[in-house]
T-cell receptor
Framework: KNEVEQSPQNLTAQEGEFITINCSYS?????LHWLQQHPGGGIVSLFM???GKKKHGRLIATINIQEKHSSLHITASHPRDSAVYIC??????????FGTGTRLQVFP | DAGITQSPRHKVTETGTPVTLRCHQT?????MYWYRQDPGHGLRLIHY???????DKGEVSDGYSVSRSKTEDFLLTLESATSSQTSVYFC???????????FGQGTRLTVV
């Protein structure tokens, strides 16, 4: 079993829909990252969380340390949000453990 | 954008040949990382460096070596490439534990 599990693996949505991507982990962590990877490969850091909630534009990330769970929400989704979203946790060894990603496609 | 570039961006090589991938940063970050990305797997750490000439192995280091002779350059070498090393390789820079996570654009390596 992977130490970091994401769901769903694939997600399609119509433009304007509210989207939620989930990340569950089984190890103790000091921080959790949400990353975005567009077709063509570049990976961009969206958020780093250690507690609570962060918001940037239409993106909201939450984390529940007790439940070992994080969610990434996208409000008013747009085709340009189409990408792979990756959850990664920083454990006690100080290295990052990555989930396999959620592929999101938003159609006009 | 963080100043991190990988070269080459694409490479096709034959089994048994040596290959070196380069990661160059202009941000003066102490920590640099090499990952590989394969279908069905998350990014997996190959090697990382915590300073000039200071490197350590990651979870999938077999068949790979690294060198860091300058702060700005981190080289990944496949001594004798195998088909199982066909992958997309990403370099990353940042503080300890990637508190600031900046990634290169990736290098697509095909071993035939």
């Amino acid at each position: 079993k992977n130490e970091v599990e994401q769901s769903p693996q694939n997600l399609t949505a119509q433009e304007g829909e509210f989207i939620t991507i989930n990340c569950s982990y089984s190890v103790g962590i000091s921080a959790l990252h949400w990353l975005q990877q567009h077709p063509g490969g570049g990976i961009v850091s969206l958020f780093m969380l250690s507690s609570g909630k962060k918001k940037h534009g239409r993106l909201i990330a939450t984390i529940n340390i007790q439940e070992k769970h994080s969610s990434l929400h996208i409000t008013a989704s747009h085709p340009r949000d189409s990408a792979v979203y990756i959850c990664a946790v920083r454990g006690n060894t100080d290295k990052l453990i990555f989930g396999t990603g959620t592929r999101l496609q938003v159609f006009p | 954008d963080a100043g991190i570039t990988q070269s080459p961006r694409h490479k096709v090589t034959e089994t048994g040949t040596p290959v070196t991938l380069r990661c160059h940063q202009t941000e003066n970050h102490r920590y640099m990382y090499w990952y590989r990305q394969d279908p069905g797997h998350g990014l997996r750490l190959i090697h990382y460096s915590y300073g000039v000439k200071d490197t350590d192995k990651g979870e999938v280091s077999d068949g790979y070596s690294v060198s860091r002779s300058k702060t700005e350059d981190f080289l990944l070498t496949l001594e004798s490439a195998t088909s199982s090393q066909t992958s997309v390789y990403f370099c990353a820079i940042g503080g300890r534990g990637l508190t600031e996570a900046f990634f290169g654009q990736g290098t697509r390596l095909t071993v035939v």
